[in-house]
């Protein structure tokens, strides 16, 4: 069992991912960027001339239950597919309003009202995600979500994100940015 | 409403707060240091010379549920009370296991069996606490517990100490030491 595993997302001119597109959903946009790269948190300095610099940490599970968790075991896809040429960075942050709710409170809204597990659960294994926690960071946002997928599940993915925006955990997301991306050849 | 309260502690040859006692509890022990200073993460870099730094972020409840935040929301003190010169800074880390449990899980071990929650609320307003997350920060502690009382209740702190530290929860503690701390003359 590893720790967390720290990243800095650098929006610039090099990079392992192309930024195919950003849209800004809702709040502020970033400053646009041909390349994407990922750096660890520790070894690397981000380059000087970036666009934006992101930084996240994954870590434990902050809502999902056990019984979920066997579930989401069983389908949960590594990252780095060879197959899964296609990526997304989607950066959220939420309100303050969120972030004041007490635990059970926010458990009924994302799990019980929103199916939020479930929801990505059904997309599993063909949309590989993993979460970066970047709000004790003192970042702008408050996470960093990261999506691989192949070519053939682009329209699912769509599905997914349409669902997740459709629901009421989404109407405490002040600020929304996806990038959408494209594997470099290697 | 504010955002996460970032502090960098600073164990050194100065500071807001003596060190009067430090004691390993289990794990690795820290540098031993005359004075505690804390400063803002933005705006200070830490002085060279320091036998130690820490730094952790405030946040949202992990576990605590609605009744239980409007309960201790009646008798929560703020810090820096004039009455309140003790202190105590207790940095803890808990196991790979713990981190490893569903959210279910672990509200089960903390708050039912553990009573870690009602457990600190026999203890309000008398000691003044304040709960710094680290581990996302990649810090060698989860978290920085920072407590604040009169002397007069210097027993009863011992006594809530103790009485979390015989709890099943404690027994995912790997690493905790425990600074006892005396707030400087203004």
Chains 1, 2 share one sequence.
């Not at 950003?22 to 981000?46: F, K």
């Not at 997740?164 to 050849?185: G, I, M, P």
């Amino acid at each position: 069992v590893a720790g967390p595993i720290s990243v800095i997302f650098v929006g610039g001119n090099a990079g392992s991912w192309r930024i195919e597109c950003c849209r800004t959903i809702v709040g502020e946009s970033l400053p646009a960027a041909p390349w994407l790269a990922l750096h660890g948190a520790r070894d690397v300095a981000p380059e000087e001339d970036a666009a934006f610099v992101l930084r996240g940490s994954t870590g434990h599970v902050r809502y999902v239950e056990n019984t979920e968790k066997l579930a989401l075991a069983k389908v949960t896809p590594p990252l780095s597919r060879a197959e899964a040429t296609l990526g997304a960075m989607i950066p959220i942050r939420k309100s303050d309003v969120w972030w004041e709710l007490p635990q059970d409170e926010r458990r009924a809204i994302l799990a019980q009202r929103s199916k939020h597990i479930t929801l990505g659960l059904d997309y599993l294994p063909a949309i590989a995600r993993r979460l970066y926690h970047a709000r004790e960071l003192g970042e702008p946002f408050d996470f960093v979500t990261w999506f691989e997928y192949a070519p053939e599940h682009a329209t699912r993915f769509e599905d997914l994100v349409g669902a997740l925006r459709a629901t009421e955990e989404w109407q405490y997301v002040e600020r929304e940015v996806d990038f959408r991306l494209v594997r470099a050849a290697p």
